[in-house]
C-alpha cells in the first residue's frame, strides 16, 4: 500500500531530552511537510521541504529541527529549546514541486507527551 | 499574509438534518482551497478541492462546497447528516507563492441521534 508512515503512534519523553519522530512516504512525492496540532488552534507548519536537502521554516520552527537526505524520508526532531512540545505531530507530503493544488496526504499521527 | 477563518468552532445537528461549515479565507491571488476531515486521533483526510472552473465542488461522502470569489468564503455542505460524520474538519488554502498551506481553527462536528 502506497503512503505515509509516522512512527510512534505514541511517544513519551522526559523534559529536557531531544526525540525524534519519523516520517516516511512511498508516493514518490518531492514535498514534505511537518505540522503541530494544539486544540483549538488548527495545524500550524514547523517546517517543509521542496526536494532533497533542502528544507525551509515554517511559522513555528523554533525548538525543532528536520533534515532531507532522501526523498522518501523527513524526520522531525524536537529539541529541549521547544518549551511547549507536548502536542500531536502530523506529516504530510505532496505530489510535485511546484504542485500547490495537488492534495496533501497525511500520515497518521505522532502524539508527543513530555511528562 | 493569507489566512483562514472557520467562524463555528463546534456544530451540532441532528442526524439527517442538513449542515454547513463556514470557511472564509483572504487573499488578493489565485487560490487553492481545501476542505480536510480529521476523526479523532488520526491525520487528515481530503473531503475535496476548488482549484479553478465550475465553484461547486462535490466531494466524497457527499459533501460538497461552493466558491464564492465575491465574498471569499468556501463554505461546506451536506444535504443530510450521519453519525459517522462526526468529527473536526479543516479548510486550508494553497499559496502558489511559498508553496504553503494555511488552516483554518477547524469546526468540530457532532451528529446527534
Known amino acids: 500500500d502506497g503512503g505515509i508512515t509516522q512512527s510512534p503512534k505514541y511517544l513519551f519523553r522526559k523534559e529536557g531530552q531531544n526525540v525524534t519522530l519519523s516520517c516516511e512516504q512511498n508516493l514518490n512525492h518531492d514535498a514534505m511537510y511537518w505540522y503541530r496540532q494544539d486544540p483549538g488552534q488548527g495545524l500550524r507548519l514547523i517546517y517543509y521541504?521542496?526536494?532533497?536537502?533542502?528544507?525551509q521554516k515554517g511559522d513555528i520552527a523554533e525548538g525543532y529541527s528536520v533534515s532531507r537526505e532522501k526523498k522518501e524520508s523527513f524526520p522531525l526532531t524536537v529539541t529541549s529549546a521547544q518549551k511547549n512540545p507536548t502536542a500531536f505531530y502530523l506529516c504530510a507530503s505532496r505530489a510535485r514541486l511546484a504542485g500547490v493544488g495537488d492534495t496533501q496526504y497525511f500520515g497518521p499521527g505522532t502524539r508527543l507527551t513530555v511528562l | 499574509a493569507q489566512s483562514v477563518t472557520q467562524l463555528d468552532s463546534q456544530v451540532p445537528v441532528f442526524e439527517e438534518a442538513p449542515v454547513e461549515l463556514r470557511c472564509n479565507y483572504s487573499?488578493?491571488?489565485?487560490?487553492?482551497l481545501f476542505w480536510y476531515v480529521q476523526y479523532p486521533n488520526q491525520g487528515l483526510q481530503l473531503l475535496l478541492k476548488?482549484?479553478?472552473?465550475?465553484?461547486l465542488v462535490k466531494g466524497i461522502n457527499g459533501f460538497e462546497a461552493e466558491f464564492n470569489k465575491s465574498q471569499t468564503s468556501f463554505h461546506l455542505r451536506k444535504p443530510s447528516v450521519h453519525i459517522s460524520d462526526t468529527a473536526e474538519y479543516f479548510c486550508a488554502v494553497g499559496d502558489s507563492g511559498t508553496y504553503k498551506y494555511i488552516f483554518g481553527t477547524g469546526t468540530r462536528l457532532k451528529v446527534l441521534a
Open positions: 521541504s521542496q526536494i532533497v536537502n533542502d528544507f
Open positions: 476548488y482549484l479553478s472552473g465550475s465553484t
Open positions: 487573499s488578493s491571488v489565485s487560490v487553492y
